[in-house]
């Protein structure tokens, strides 16, 4: 059973944009060097073309990753994202106690996590703690750094 990737709609749009960019433009790119190195590589060596032939491969197993990933992605429907619990697609606002300070995470697939803009995933430590929560819960959550966070849930909002 293939598992569902609960996906934005802005990170549906951006894998699908980088497996077009990687289809359309990329690809083409790399035959174009694969071939020139062909053609002088009595001149040069092959050194060229090996890396043009590794670039390739990595450029069709990242889309063959993309379409997989697409191939199961849901869009997570904003209207029907329920705000009484934190979960995937909401925006939730925590009061770290320890510092006394206000911050705002969105809660998401792994794959679209982005944890310099706010944007983590619901697997992550501070994502765990928080994934099921409601407003005025409080949670302390253990970082692999070793600190010990302490968050008190202020609010949920759609992302």
Not at 75 to 88: A, H, M, Q, Y
């Amino acid at each position: 059973m293939k598992e569902i990737i609960n996906l934005t709609q802005e990170g549906y749009d951006k894998l699908k944009n980088e497996l077009e960019y990687l289809r359309d433009i990329k690809l083409k790119e790399i035959s174009e060097r694969i071939q020139e190195a062909k053609d002088f590589a009595e001149d040069f060596g092959n050194l060229e073309y090996e890396e043009a032939k590794n670039e390739q491969a990595m450029v069709l197993a990242r889309i063959n990753e993309l379409e997989a990933q697409l191939s199961n992605a849901r869009i997570i429907d904003k209207d029907k994202i329920e705000l009484s619990r934190v979960g995937i697609g909401c925006k939730v606002v925590v009061k770290d106690l320890n510092k006394k300070t206000i911050k705002e995470y969105t809660i998401l697939e792994p794959i679209e996590a982005d944890p310099i803009n706010g944007k983590i995933s619901f697997q992550s430590p501070v994502g765990k703690a928080l994934y099921g929560k409601q407003v005025g819960d409080e949670v302390n959550v253990h970082t692999p750094g070793g600190q010990t966070l302490r968050l008190k849930v202020i609010s949920i909002e759609r992302a």
